[in-house]
């Protein structure tokens, strides 16, 4: 009792001592499209739950990126935009966020089934490691502020991986609530997975990000970049993963657009 009444102090003496400035919340609230439809409570929420993460995590620029108050904002509260109803003990182990100033190239060394190792060398926009941190390109990420497109948004992609490897690894299957079915989620989620890869083995015009087939981490990662960029087209498609996610995130991005927040 006594450790939860002295961390309850400490989050209000950071919330007293380092509230984010107002015209820089005010500015990131009214010039991004993804908080348009919060209501004031939720945006007081999130802005409560970005200026703690800012003071937990952090945050480190390479290549001489300096991190500058209004990035590590921006980084946070897109990051916080998926914990909003959940709660920010579940980045409890991501403590590191790396920034890029641009994308950055990662050397990779694959077996094939005979053993043989293949080395290749990939550009990314974002990466997020099990038990490590999250890496973040802040030109890819300035850019989906800067215009909304639907579907993609490095931010939320890499942060939906650590909230996927909760469990231990990125499988696609986060840690579910007690009102959740975890079959019913591995139903939804296999046959919305499988649906895209006949499609593309098909040559057929795939219903979102075609890299979402490339793996159930990824299936996960890019609907939940549609759920809050594109949630119309996410339901559209996928109404049974839209769903499933309404009830892991607690959220309803459609009743935002729509203007209805019950």
Known sequence: MAFKWLSHLHTRYI???HPIPHELWHRL?????LFHGLTSVEKAHLRELTTLFLHQKNFKGTQGFEITLNIGVAISAQACLLILHLGLEYYDEC?????YP???KVARQT???MGLVSHEAKVLAGES???GPVIVSWDASFAEMEKTMPGHNVVLHEFAHKLDMLNGRANGMPPLHRNMVREVWTKVFTEAFEHLQTRLEHHQHPEINEYAATSPAEFFAVTTEYFFTAPTKLRRHFPKVF?????FYRQNPIKWQSGSFS
Not at 29 to 33: E, G, L, S, V
Not at 243 to 247: A, F, G, M, V
């Open 15 to 17: 919330l007293h001592r």
């Open 29 to 33: 609230m009214r010039d991004n499209a």
């Open 95 to 99: 403590d590191d966020i790396i920034i």
């Open 102 to 104: 641009g994308a950055f």
């Open 111 to 113: 077996p094939d089934e």
């Open 129 to 131: 490691w099990l038990q």
């Open 243 to 247: 769903t499933q996610l309404c009830l």
